[in-house]
């Protein structure tokens, strides 16, 4: 079955560690983005990819950071610079051959600082 | 960046129609789309609208777009407990980068 996976699920940090989500995808898709949810906030773009070993910052990209060397893969890496880290963790990867093309999502990682 | 505006919160009794609204701001965004969330889980595409229709309908799901107004509607048909979840409206910007609204968590009471 082709689709997005994330892993874990649920993840805790002790504060000042680093962590890597993991995000991968078998649908052959150009384009993948990284999403931060909180309560309240909707979704916001942390980094986003459009080609393997080339990725942009979103709109709240300070205190991640992202690799993209294959295709299928886009971890993302929480480092301790993030001064809130704890939160839902949303991976999406769409084709990139047109404007219209739906974002399949993964299933989140929620990240908890302990 | 700019914000895509969504009330909040939405209450129905099931078999009522549900309307969630959203306004967006970028009047070249060319698709706009609809998700839903449940508890704990992904974003799953419900539908999506190109910017040069008025509307679409999908079963129970009617999309209408206002493009003058930046002004999206999602309603549902015969809503059901099932539909209770959030609802997201999204739009295309730059880069095909999706931006979101924060979310209408629709309630339905049997």
């Known amino acids: 079955d082709g689709g997005i996976t994330q892993s874990p699920k649920y993840l805790f940090r002790k504060e000042g560690q680093n962590v890597t989500l993991s995000c991968e995808q078998n649908l052959n898709h150009d384009a993948m983005y990284w999403y931060r949810q909180d309560p309240g906030q909707g979704l916001r773009l942390i980094y986003y990819?459009?080609?393997?070993?080339?990725?942009q910052k979103g709109d709240i990209a300070e205190g991640y950071s992202v690799s993209r060397e294959k295709k299928e893969s886009f971890p993302l890496t929480v480092t301790s610079a993030q001064k809130n880290p704890t939160a839902f963790y949303l991976c999406a990867s769409r084709s990139g051959d047109s404007m219209n093309t739906e974002a399949f999502f993964g299933q989140g990682t929620r990240l908890t600082v302990v | 960046g700019e914000d895509v505006e969504q009330s909040l919160f939405l209450s129905v009794r099931e078999g009522d129609s549900s309307v969630i609204n959203c306004t967006y701001t970028?009047?070249?965004?060319?698709?706009l789309y609809w998700y839903k969330q449940e508890p704990g889980a992904g974003l799953q595409l419900l539908t999506y609208i190109f910017s040069n229709m008025d509307m679409k309908q999908d079963q129970r799901l009617t999309v209408l777009l206002n493009k003058k107004d930046k002004h999206l509607s999602l309603r549902i048909a015969d809503t059901q407990t099932g539909d209770s979840a959030i609802y997201f409206c999204?739009?295309?910007?730059?880069?095909?980068?999706?931006?979101f609204g924060k979310g209408t968590m629709l309630l339905v009471s049997p």
């Open positions: 990819s459009q080609i393997v070993n080339d990725f």
């Open positions: 970028d009047s070249s965004s060319t698709y």
């Open positions: 999204a739009e295309n910007r730059e880069y095909s980068t999706l931006t």
